[in-house]
């Protein structure tokens, strides 16, 4: 599996705290106070938002409906990363 490969760099955007934070379900991910802490101590990088990033969320197909997978998919595209997850 492509996160328990110790060789790839693990990118965490703000947006997937901002999604389970205000969508907590109760039998879904639950949300650590020290959910930051806990991703740098299994050495997932923050990935940060842009300008770039709500404009090319902005700019994608009405295919793509749900905001969160909106600006996750424009990250990735935007710097060339590969998204995984089950939602997009």
Do not use: C
Not at 2 to 21: C, L, Q, R
Not at 58 to 71: I, K, P, T
């Amino acid at each position: 599996m492509a996160v328990k490969n110790g060789e790839n760099a693990i990118f965490v955007s703000a947006v997937t705290a901002w999604e389970i934070s205000i969508n907590p379900a109760p039998r879904k991910l639950k949300v650590h106070d020290e959910l930051e802490e806990v991703l740098e101590s299994n050495s997932f990088q923050h990935l940060p938002n842009s300008i770039r990033h709500g404009l090319v969320a902005g700019n994608l197909s009405r295919h793509h409906a749900d905001r969160y997978d909106r600006m996750l998919i424009a990250q990735s595209q935007t710097i060339q990363l590969t998204s995984i997850t089950h939602d997009i």
